[in-house]
């Protein structure tokens, strides 16, 4: 079971992009996915998940900026982050547990990660 992210890099406040999350050796059938970010300094939160039923939880604080999305053959789960501004800066992490995380937004939910993206929002 492998995640393997994709999709970071530089980007001015105000713009957008998608962060890819790939499943390698398995598909996204029965697990429940989500995506944290790490800034320096501070502690791994939890942004967005997609339940194994296809729910999707945001962040309150930052939902109307993120769309948590999987592709047909459920092995490629996109977030779009919109309007970032420079404290979204951070790595990103995709996550996964089979069937559910009792608490979506606490990293020890989940049994599997990627190794992370690198975004940084700066002018």
């Known amino acids: 079971v492998q995640l393997v992210e994709s999709g970071g890099g530089s980007v001015h406040p105000g713009g957008s992009l998608t962060l890819s999350c790939a499943a390698s050796?398995?598909?996204?059938?029965?697990?429940?996915i989500a995506w944290f970010r790490q800034a320096p300094g501070k502690e791994r939160e939890g942004i967005a998940s997609l339940g194994h039923d296809g729910a999707p939880y945001y962040k309150e604080s930052m939902k109307d900026g993120l769309t948590i999305s999987i592709d047909d053959d459920r092995i490629i789960v996109n977030l779009r982050v919109g309007n970032v501004k420079t404290e979204d800066t951070a790595v990103y992490y995709c996550s996964a547990v089979w069937w559910y995380a009792l608490f979506w937004y606490y990293a020890s939910s989940y049994d599997h990660w990627g190794q992370g993206t690198q975004v940084t929002v700066s002018s």
């Open positions: 050796g398995f598909t996204f059938h029965d697990y429940s």
